[in-house]
């Protein structure tokens, strides 16, 4: 089952559902905010399957840009299991990366 990260309307990432768990996983690990954190757990928790960057204030907006600038996709080199597919995966979690340069 496919899932969505939407930046901002007409900008956003789909991925499978494990990858799309596993990069709101990696954001609430990090994130300062409980009620941030607590949403997106929210949204993997009950296999929501969509996660609104806009649903979140805007200072955890900021927060979660910049975590996925600095931190995805090392993160994902480092942490995600050896298998074939991780190069693909890796060049995926850059497109997510690459889209957050497309927002305002």
Same mark, same amino acid.
């Given at each position: 089952?496919?899932?969505?990260?939407?930046?901002?309307?007409?900008?956003?990432? +789909? =991925?499978?559902?494990?990858?799309?768990?596993? +990069? /709101?996983?990696?954001?609430? =690990?990090?994130?300062?905010?409980?009620?941030?954190?607590?949403?997106?757990?929210?949204?993997?928790?009950?296999?929501?399957?969509?996660?609104?960057?806009?649903?979140?204030?805007?200072?955890?907006?900021?927060?979660?840009?910049?975590? /996925?600038? +600095?931190?995805?996709?090392?993160?994902?080199?480092?942490?995600?299991?050896? +298998?074939?597919?991780?190069?693909?995966?890796?060049?995926?979690?850059?497109?997510?990366?690459? =889209?957050?340069?497309?927002?305002?």
């Amino acid at each position: 089952m496919a899932s969505i990260v939407v930046l901002r309307p007409g900008v956003d990432w +789909t =991925a499978t559902g494990g990858l799309f768990d596993w +990069t /709101l996983e990696f954001l609430i =690990a990090r994130l300062s905010s409980k009620s941030a954190a607590v949403h997106l757990q929210e949204i993997v928790d009950n296999n929501l399957g969509s996660f609104w960057l806009e649903d979140l204030s805007p200072e955890a907006q900021r927060e979660v840009v910049n975590h /996925l600038r +600095t931190d995805l996709v090392t993160a994902g080199e480092r942490h995600l299991p050896e +298998t074939d597919q991780k190069p693909g995966v890796g060049a995926h979690l850059r497109e997510l990366v690459a =889209a957050t340069y497309r927002l305002p």
